[in-house]
């Protein structure tokens, strides 16, 4: 169990056109969702926490206005990379939670690879 | 700032061998420590799992210790397979759902 799935795994787009992603938790209900980003050779960034039907919490330095994210049921989040310019090209990864093992862990995407031309 | 730093950032063993990887920490609070295992173009998948009072916890043949006095962590790979070729992540939680990350030791097993 805790399967989690991503649309596209990969996906090339003109710059100055927009993206979506979409992150499905197959086989459980999350009430929250996670979106990173990873760079070649670093770690993981947090992005934004996103809790179904309620407004995505972005951290510092993330464009809420550029980075969308909506979270309309308990096993759908997506996140839409508006205008998008060559800098976004990265692999975003998303995450889902449950309980697990007395904390919540965070089950992740197979991520999808983004290249901005 | 929480800290997360890995050692070493790559190595390469041969198959059959064992190799340990090292995680220091300055997170506070503290909730638990993760080990992940991150294939090339893929997501992180989760090995281990420990909360403040857990010394060990083994997965096959993957055995992580947590010293939580020295802020310290270390996976330890038995007999290393070829399979094992990935980017391992030392994550550690302030809470339910807060990570930091390490930037992760790369490991390449070969024959």
């Known amino acids: 169990g805790a399967v989690v799935s991503q649309h596209p795994s990969r996906v090339i787009c003109k710059s100055g056109t927009s993206v979506k992603i979409e992150c499905r938790s197959l086989?459980?209900?999350?009430?929250?969702m996670f979106w990173y980003r990873q760079f070649p050779k670093q770690s993981l960034m947090l992005m934004a926490t996103?809790?179904?039907?309620?407004?995505?919490?972005?951290e510092q330095g993330v464009e809420k206005d550029k980075f969308l994210i909506n979270h309309a049921s308990l096993t759908l989040s997506t996140l839409t990379v508006t205008s998008a310019h060559p800098e976004d090209s990265s692999f975003y990864i998303c995450?889902?939670?449950?309980?697990?093992?007395?904390?919540?862990?965070?089950?992740f995407g197979p991520g999808t690879r983004l290249t901005v031309t | 700032k929480n800290q997360v730093e890995q050692s070493p950032q790559s190595l390469i063993i041969l198959e059959g061998k064992n190799c340990t990887l090292q995680?220091?920490?300055?997170?506070?609070?503290?909730?638990?420590l993760r080990w992940y295992k991150q294939d090339t173009g893929r997501g992180p998948v989760s090995l281990t799992i420990?909360?403040?009072?857990?010394n060990t916890k083994s997965n096959g043949r993957y055995t992580a210790t947590l010293d939580a006095d020295t802020k310290q962590s270390s996976l330890h790979i038995t007999a290393s397979q070829l399979s094992d070729s990935a980017s391992y992540i030392c994550v550690v939680s302030e809470d339910d759902y807060k990570l930091s990350f390490g930037a992760g030791t790369t490991v390449t097993v070969r024959a």
């Open positions: 995450s889902a939670s449950r309980p697990a093992e007395g904390t919540y862990e965070q089950y």
């Open positions: 420990m909360t403040f009072s857990e």
């Open positions: 086989d459980f209900q999350a009430t929250t």
């Open positions: 995680c220091n920490y300055t997170v506070s609070p503290f909730s638990n």
């Open positions: 996103s809790n179904e039907g309620s407004k995505a919490t972005y």
